[in-house]
């Protein structure tokens, strides 16, 4: 009981933070601009809000829970789509003030339509195991993809243009400060701890009466929703969406959070989060040697750390 | 903590390194210098900078030299919002140039709508780009127009009565060609006796050309770009479908015969410019570039790039100022300006009046064959 009240506190905490410093960082960007603090800055920190919120969540499925997905990117597709549609279609009659109403909403449906999706893809598949899982999922994210590039209500090819310019630094990290809370909190749960058993031994936990594929499945309606709102975030960050955006390798980069982070350690999978948002944009100097300095560098550090940036809490029962 | 000592000391390594003050007059690129489409990307850059060159070489504009600030979108989406962002607001650039690809462009075009900063688009053929805002312009021809040349092309020059068309999925300047075409060569008499899709990137075409064959068509339209093409173009011939094979401006690139090889000879295209063709300042830029770039003919885009950037110091100079608006302005007064491509006339879709041409693939070369004025 009492980590958990700590826990919430952080949350607040966090969330505080991020509402109190957003307005501070606009500010510098509208009258200091150019000098230490610009917008292109100001964006790529929503960028890694974001990748926190795709790779944390991703973490509980193939982190904790031990299955290997690869589709994150088309659950992700299914949130911006829904959440950008909505907006699309509302923003005019909405006034100025129930626009942050309109937004929450647009996320959270965004995030439930992924978490439905999630279940249709995750309920029969999740009976598979390990590669065979992989494969699955990384056909589910492609076929996603395929329908929103050929469906043309939602743009088909060109993408959504000129979607509104809402997702904002205290939006993108309190959201991102909730994901890590929920996916902290699930996991250190008594519920949470079938999720470590599914991971550690799938025989073993059935015998011990936890249902594994009811877990696996949790793990991924959870996952796909919370890839879900950081799809509509994007949305509305990018103010841009194009199917090409959340093709394979979107899901891969995701993936490579993951795995550089440690699976199933979360301060370890921000770390990498941050780390993967931050390297290619400092590497721009390279200009077109750039993505081999980043690949260089992705390779130097999994040789040098195979087992994921922190091992804090290796010996403890719970990862966190 | 931990977490937090992270993420500053990588934004210290990001802050550091920008904020220099100098009296040049900065202008942004984005292009695709690596990925899917990196040909494009490069020979963008090559006449960009040309064009840069000799404009700085001459005195520049206002006073001032250019310089020219570029960033690679490695021809995936996503990127472009990131690096036009970048270049105006921590760089700080008075204009973008920018990209080849439609989708790429139409990206980034709200950015630079929002921020009230002009962006010229070199060969973005696709309608919409410029409907982005009233600060978004380019300087080559766009799709309906193509799309009505080739039309015409197939019905008057190749005589054909029934054509098979084969687009790309993937890509939004494919799809609105092939409309295009369709609509023109229809109104002209003609059938459409097959449409198929391809998704780009794709190495096996054979399903969809057997079924082309056994529509057995006049000749195929592909409107998409030249890396599909050329392997397209190969595996038609496998197949033994013998028929002329024609497309866009996406066609337009070295790759095409270095890959397709013979597979690619007796194939037709439209694009913005030839370098065999045209007027006295056409006739120097291709010796320029030759100059410049180690004996490398130029391409189309290449020829749109540096017209691009020769919009744009025009306009500056006729502006007087570096100020978004008054450029914009100045820009959307371009009238009769004699480029590479042609004469440049904005008309008030911020699109430019001028003509196409048409090449055929010849000996390996591209050889020029008719122009098409609007």
């Known amino acids: ?320 | 903590m931990k977490k937090l000592f992270w993420s500053f000391s990588l934004l210290a390594t990001l802050l550091t390194g920008c904020g220099k003050q100098n009296d040049m007059i900065k202008v942004g690129e984005f292009a695709s210098l690596t990925g899917k489409e990196a040909t494009f990307g490069q020979s963008s850059h090559e006449g960009t900078s040309l064009a840069i060159e000799e404009i700085n070489t001459a005195g520049g504009v206002l006073g001032k030299k250019l310089e020219l600030l570029t960033e690679d979108t490695q021809s995936k989406a996503g990127e472009p919002a990131t690096v036009v962002n970048k270049l105006i607001s921590r760089d700080g650039v008075v204009a973008v140039l920018g990209e080849v690809a439609s989708s790429r462009s139409l990206e980034a075009a709200p950015i630079c709508q929002q921020n009230k900063i002009p962006m010229i688009s070199p060969s973005s053929t696709n309608p919409k780009v410029t409907e982005s805002g009233d600060y978004i312009f380019r300087v080559c021809f766009i799709d309906p127009f193509q799309g009505t040349v080739m039309a015409n092309f197939a019905t008057k020059t190749l005589k054909a009565k029934k054509i098979a068309v084969f687009t790309d999925a993937k890509s939004d300047y494919s799809k609105g060609l092939a409309k295009f075409f369709k609509d023109q060569f229809t109104a002209n008499g003609g059938t459409i006796t097959a449409e198929l899709d391809y998704n780009g990137g794709d190495k096996d075409f054979k399903a969809q050309l057997t079924a082309i064959k056994a529509t057995s068509p006049d000749g195929v339209f592909v409107p998409g770009y030249y890396t599909d093409v050329a392997i397209i173009c190969i595996q038609a011939k496998q197949l033994g479908l013998n028929v002329p094979f024609f497309g866009g401006d996406g066609w337009e690139s070295e790759k095409l015969v270095e890959i397709g090889k013979e597979a690619v000879e007796g194939t037709y295209f439209s694009t913005h410019y030839h370098s065999d063709v045209g007027s006295a300042k056409s006739k120097s830029f291709v010796a320029n570039y030759k100059k410049r770039f180690n004996g490398k003919t130029p391409d189309a885009l290449s020829a749109c790039a540096y017209d691009s950037a020769f919009v744009l110091a025009d306009a500056i100079k006729r502006a007087g100022s570096t100020e978004g608006l008054k450029v914009r302005d100045a820009l959307a007064a371009t009238k009769g300006l004699e480029a590479v491509t042609g004469t440049i006339t904005i008309n008030e879709k911020r699109d430019p009046v001028k003509a196409a041409v048409i090449l055929k693939v010849e000996n390996g070369k591209y050889k020029y064959l008719e122009t098409v004025n609007p």
């Open chain 1, 1 to 320: 009981m009492t980590m958990h009240s700590g826990a919430k506190r952080s949350l607040l905490i966090a969330i505080v933070v991020a509402v109190a410093l957003a307005p501070l960082l606009e500010w510098i960007v509208k009258t200091h601009s150019g000098n230490y603090f610009n917008g292109y800055y100001l964006g790529v920190l929503i960028d890694i809000a974001i990748n926190i919120i795709l790779a944390v969540s991703l973490n509980l499925i193939n982190g904790h829970t031990g299955q290997f997905s690869l589709g994150h990117a088309g659950f992700m597709a299914v949130g911006g789509y829904t959440a950008a549609k909505l907006t699309l279609s509302l923003q005019a009659a909405v006034p100025v003030w129930a626009q942050p109403i309109l937004f929450s909403a647009a996320l959270l449906l965004g995030g439930l339509a992924a978490a439905v999706i999630g279940l249709g893809v995750g309920a029969p598949s999740l009976r598979l195991r390990g590669d065979y899982l992989a494969i699955v999922t990384l056909g589910f994210g492609e076929i996603i993809r395929v329908v929103f590039q050929t469906t043309d209500f939602f743009g088909a090819a060109t993408g959504l243009p000129a979607i509104a310019n809402w997702t904002n630094f205290a939006w993108a990290w309190s959201l991102a400060a909730v994901t890590v809370f929920v996916v902290a909190c699930l996991v250190n749960s008594t519920y949470g701890r079938g999720f470590i058993a599914t991971h550690d031994d799938e025989v073993a936990a059935s015998a011990m009466g936890v249902n594994p594929v009811r877990y696996k499945v949790t793990a991924f309606v959870i996952g796909a929703f919370f890839a879900g709102i950081a799809g509509g975030l994007f949305a509305h960050h990018k103010r841009f969406l194009s199917p090409t955006s959340f093709d394979f390798m979107k899901s891969i980069d995701i993936v490579v959070m993951v795995i550089l982070g440690g699976m199933g350690r979360t301060p370890g999978v921000i770390a990498a989060a941050i780390i993967l948002t931050v390297l290619p944009e400092a590497l721009r100097t390279f200009a077109e040697y750039r993505m081999i300095v980043y690949s260089l560098l992705i390779i130097g550090l999994m040789i040098l750390r195979p087992q994921g940036l922190f091992t804090i809490g290796k010996g403890r029962t719970a990862k966190v």
